[in-house]
């Protein structure tokens, strides 16, 4: 996986402005992946960021990019704890949550309607999300907003000015080391 895959699917989560994305990406051999994973990791977790694959198939994974703490502050709402526990969630700490929502993409084909809530999108819209699926949502952007249209708007323009600034850094030489915000 290259810095440049990272930086244009993953710079909003490498500022610290969301909790989390997720991305594609090819591999050539599981232990090469392992390798790059654990490497990113031993660099970067002092700055407050993870990676994990949550779904291989052939030689493609899923990777998960995070940042612990939003993520623990996150869980802490009360329509993200309903939900959760809706969907089987019994842990109470991130990493037994993350461990759930592994085994569910490994047990299934479509994406956990959950999954928003592990990328920082407001609860209110998660549940909007799967209560209504496509009816009656307000405005789509990275993900279907159901309650405040102003705030996800601002989020989403956020993030596209997030993700082009470190676009034009990466390409200027900035090493993503310097790019990643120690949160």
């Not at 232990?31 to 993870?50: D, H, P, Q, S």
């Not at 461990?99 to 209110?124: Q, S, T």
């Amino acid at each position: 996986m290259s810095e440049q895959m990272i930086i244009e699917q993953c710079s909003p989560t490498l500022a610290g402005l969301k909790t989390a994305n997720l991305f594609p990406c090819k591999y050539s051999s599981r232990e090469k992946l392992w390798a790059e994973i654990r490497r990113f990791n031993a660099n970067y977790a002092r700055k407050g960021i993870r990676m994990i694959p949550v779904k291989t198939k052939g030689n493609h994974a899923l990777i998960y990019l995070y940042r612990p703490k939003k993520l623990e502050a996150d869980m802490q709402n009360e329509i993200s704890l309903q939900i959760l526990l809706r969907f089987g969630y019994r842990g109470d700490n991130p990493s037994s949550r993350i461990a759930e929502l592994v085994r569910r993409f490994k047990e299934n084909d479509e994406f956990p309607h959950e999954i928003g809530l592990f990328l920082g999108y407001p609860p209110e819209d998660v549940r909007g999300f799967i209560e209504h699926r496509n009816e009656g949502c307000k405005c789509v952007g990275c993900w279907k907003v159901y309650g405040d249209e102003q705030y996800a708007r601002k989020c989403f323009e956020n993030y596209k000015k997030c993700t082009r600034i470190y676009r034009e850094q990466f390409a200027e030489g900035k090493s993503i080391e310097r790019l990643i915000v120690a949160v």
